[in-house]
């Protein structure tokens, strides 16, 4: 199976919604889209599509939020990008589908790969074209590429470019022919969704460990009682000092004018 075809894509996120994007430039015909549902955002009543929604509605795709609507519109394969939603059975027997997951399986099975990798201070990832099976990540590769991890990098920055090296071994692949898929080789480690505890500042660990956390987004501590988010931080002269903050109920700010607006006393620190 090779070249322009009809395909159901299934997906959420941002970096879900550019590969829809690269698909439909590229000249494959969507036969649906399948998203999650919409949801509240804001104090408002009002629902906004998840940005895969929102790019379906701008390219005038039709869209589902029933994956097993997979199996009758009509297309040729699935792609799966982030989708968040288990492809039972029925749907996988009546198409082939492959996704794009954001490790060197086997490492790193499951939700969170790119968060799981920074945690675990690994200096490489990668992103692999596998076959959905009925197992969690489990099916065999058609293509992978390793991607080197820069220090610095956060979940967000890392995940956009594993997007797009993503997108590319999948136009190659569409383009070429899936050809077999290569089972799964060496251990196997997973990759468990990131509870609010994964997030959490505890400020004796090492100045490395706390930064990950930072590093993956939402990290938090407490100031008087209050959640008290960090968004970024450095080192300096050997201890960690935030970069833009956020204290609860007020936007993010930087960190300087924070300390000027709460005069903390000169021994004080996040709890």
Not at 86 to 109: E, G, T
Not at 114 to 124: P, Q, T
Not at 198 to 205: K, Q
Request: charged share 20%; with cysteine; proline share 6%.
């Amino acid at each position: 199976m090779s070249g322009p075809q009809p395909l159901v894509f299934l997906g959420s996120p941002q970096v879900s919604a550019e590969v829809l994007r690269a698909l439909v430039c590229a000249g494959h015909e969507i036969k649906l889209v399948i998203t999650g549902a919409d949801r509240r955002r804001g104090r408002g009543g009002a629902t906004s599509p998840t940005p895969v929604g929102a790019t379906a509605i701008e390219l005038g795709l039709p869209i589902s939020h029933q994956t097993s609507d997979a199996a009758t519109c009509g297309a040729a394969l699935g792609v799966v990008v982030a989708y968040g939603e288990i492809i039972r059975p029925a749907v996988l027997d009546a198409m082939p589908m492959v996704n794009i997951h954001f490790s060197l399986l086997p490492r790193w099975r499951g939700a969170a790969p790119v968060e799981r990798a920074i945690l675990a201070g690994d200096n490489h990832t990668g992103v692999c074209v596998m076959e959905v099976v009925e197992a969690l990540d489990a099916g065999g590769v058609y293509a992978s590429e390793t991607v080197s991890m820069d220090p610095d990098a956060t979940a967000e920055s890392l995940t956009a470019r594993l997007g797009q090296v993503g997108t590319e071994l999948l136009m190659t692949c569409l383009e070429q022919g899936l050809g077999d898929p290569i089972p799964q080789q060496g251990e196997v480690t997973y990759a468990s969704k990131i509870s609010v505890e994964d997030r959490h500042i505890d400020w004796s660990e090492s100045n490395e460990h706390i930064l990950r956390k930072v590093r993956i987004g939402g990290a938090w501590t407490s100031w008087r009682g209050e959640r008290f988010r960090i968004h970024s931080a450095r080192v300096v002269d050997g201890q960690i000092v935030p970069i833009v903050v956020q204290p609860a109920g007020k936007p993010k700010m930087d960190f300087g004018d924070w300390i000027r607006g709460a005069h903390p006393a000169e021994s004080e620190w996040f709890e």
